[in-house]
């Protein structure tokens, strides 16, 4: 009896150290001890703070692209979509609009773009990869179009969000991340929908079979996809209070690499948003990590890109193993 309980103990013991999240979690941890130890500036409280501060956009991003691959999907252009969305608010305001205004036209030209990605997906049948590819541009080149390649300012007329702290502490932008974050969750968890693009996700025709309308929930995961970027314009604008066309760049590969560093992979039906988020902190405490240590700015870029490969590996273990 007695060797039978060992054997089951050892059993889950082995099943947590298979665990991703786990995984990420230790390694945020080694990573964590390991700076505080060279420089123990990078354990003081600003530094969290400032640390979570800087994986805000990112975070509210990431959250996006987990809900489409999750669902058997991939959006490449939810930077520019962020961009545009930013774009549109900064050109409002800049125009001496309504505040509130400017913010619902954000919204609504995020949820216009992911509406356009989920139509073009699901009418075309073509991959989300491509097509999104493809949108990306567009976007970007409707930004250019807006900016005319030019900065746009706000003149400290958007910055509440960003710059806003509470009891001087607790940063505003915080709060969108959070809520995002939860929001997220039940939609993906306690709602009908979320089960829906989990089964999609899993096996496209047997959710088909099944009686979901395939099409429709594409539509609409792209659409919640291109209105969770706009949120994070809103974040993204206000902390920097200004933005230009070219800002958006490589968002969509972090908030990619991030997911997958969570769990989440590339086949569809798998992932969590818990995971996620530990991937998008992950990713924080590293780039904060090689600030600390002044590490060269191009070494950082080439190390973001090993952290890219080292994911898709991770994310494919199960695999390697068979």
Same mark, same amino acid.
């Not at 997906?121 to 976007?139: A, H, M, N, R, V």
């Not at 070219?246 to 997958?260: C, D, N, P, V």
């Not at 530990?278 to 904060?288: Q, R, S, W």
């Given at each position: 009896?007695?060797?039978?309980?060992?054997?089951?103990?050892?059993?889950?013991?082995?099943?947590?150290?298979? @665990?991703?999240?786990?995984?990420?979690?230790?390694?945020?941890?080694?990573?964590?001890?390991?700076?505080?130890?060279?420089?123990?500036?990078?354990?003081?409280?600003?530094?969290?703070?400032?640390?979570?501060?800087?994986?805000?956009?990112?975070?509210?991003?990431?959250?996006?692209?987990?809900?489409?691959?999750?669902?058997?999907?991939?959006?490449?252009?939810?930077?520019?979509?962020?961009?545009?969305?930013?774009?549109?608010?900064?050109?409002?305001?800049?125009?001496?609009? @309504?505040?509130?205004?400017?913010?619902?036209?954000?919204?609504?030209?995020?949820?216009?773009?992911?509406?356009?990605?989920?139509?073009?997906?699901?009418?075309?049948?073509?991959?989300?990869?491509?097509?999104?590819?493809?949108?990306?541009?567009?976007?970007?080149?409707?930004?250019?179009?807006?900016?005319?390649?030019?900065?746009?300012?706000?003149?400290?007329?958007?910055?509440?969000?960003?710059?806003?702290?509470?009891?001087?502490?607790?940063?505003?932008?915080?709060?969108?991340?959070?809520?995002?974050?939860?929001?997220?969750?039940?939609?993906?968890?306690?709602?009908?929908?979320?089960?829906?693009?989990?089964?999609?996700?899993?096996?496209?025709?047997?959710?088909?079979?099944?009686?979901?309308?395939?099409?429709?929930?594409?539509?609409?995961?792209?659409?919640?996809?291109?209105?969770?970027?706009?949120?994070?314009?809103?974040?993204?604008?206000?902390?920097?209070?200004?933005?230009?066309?070219?800002?958006?760049?490589?968002?969509?590969?972090?908030?990619?690499?991030?997911?997958?560093?969570?769990?989440?992979?590339?086949?569809?039906?798998?992932?969590?948003?818990?995971?996620?988020?530990?991937?998008?902190?992950?990713?924080?405490?590293?780039? @904060?990590?090689?600030?600390?240590?002044?590490?060269?700015?191009?070494?950082?870029?080439?190390?973001?890109?090993?952290?890219?490969?080292?994911?898709?590996?991770?994310?494919?273990?199960?695999?390697?193993?068979?």
């Amino acid at each position: 009896m007695e060797t039978t309980k060992s054997n089951i103990t050892g059993l889950k013991g082995k099943e947590l150290l298979k @665990n991703q999240k786990l995984q990420m979690g230790l390694v945020i941890i080694g990573i964590s001890i390991i700076v505080s130890i060279i420089n123990p500036r990078f354990i003081d409280i600003k530094n969290i703070v400032a640390i979570f501060q800087q994986i805000s956009v990112l975070g509210i991003l990431t959250m996006a692209m987990t809900l489409l691959l999750i669902s058997g999907g991939i959006d490449l252009s939810i930077g520019n979509i962020m961009v545009l969305s930013g774009v549109v608010i900064s050109k409002i305001l800049m125009n001496d609009g @309504n505040i509130i205004f400017a913010v619902f036209a954000g919204l609504i030209t995020g949820i216009l773009c992911g509406l356009i990605n989920g139509l073009l997906i699901s009418k075309s049948k073509c991959l989300p990869l491509i097509i999104t590819l493809g949108t990306s541009q567009i976007f970007f080149g409707a930004s250019l179009m807006i900016t005319g390649g030019r900065f746009m300012n706000f003149g400290g007329r958007f910055d509440f969000i960003g710059r806003t702290k509470i009891f001087d502490v607790f940063p505003v932008m915080l709060i969108f991340l959070i809520v995002m974050i939860i929001l997220s969750y039940i939609l993906l968890n306690k709602t009908k929908f979320g089960r829906r693009i989990v089964a999609i996700g899993g096996n496209e025709w047997n959710a088909f079979l099944s009686g979901i309308d395939v099409d429709r929930h594409k539509i609409l995961i792209y659409s919640i996809g291109g209105l969770i970027s706009a949120v994070a314009a809103l974040v993204f604008v206000s902390r920097l209070d200004s933005i230009t066309a070219t800002a958006g760049g490589g968002y969509e590969l972090k908030a990619l690499t991030a997911a997958i560093l969570g769990g989440v992979t590339f086949e569809g039906g798998r992932g969590t948003i818990g995971g996620a988020f530990i991937g998008v902190l992950l990713m924080g405490v590293i780039t @904060n990590a090689m600030n600390i240590l002044s590490v060269w700015p191009y070494a950082q870029t080439a190390i973001s890109g090993g952290i890219i490969v080292v994911a898709v590996i991770v994310s494919n273990m199960d695999r390697i193993r068979k």
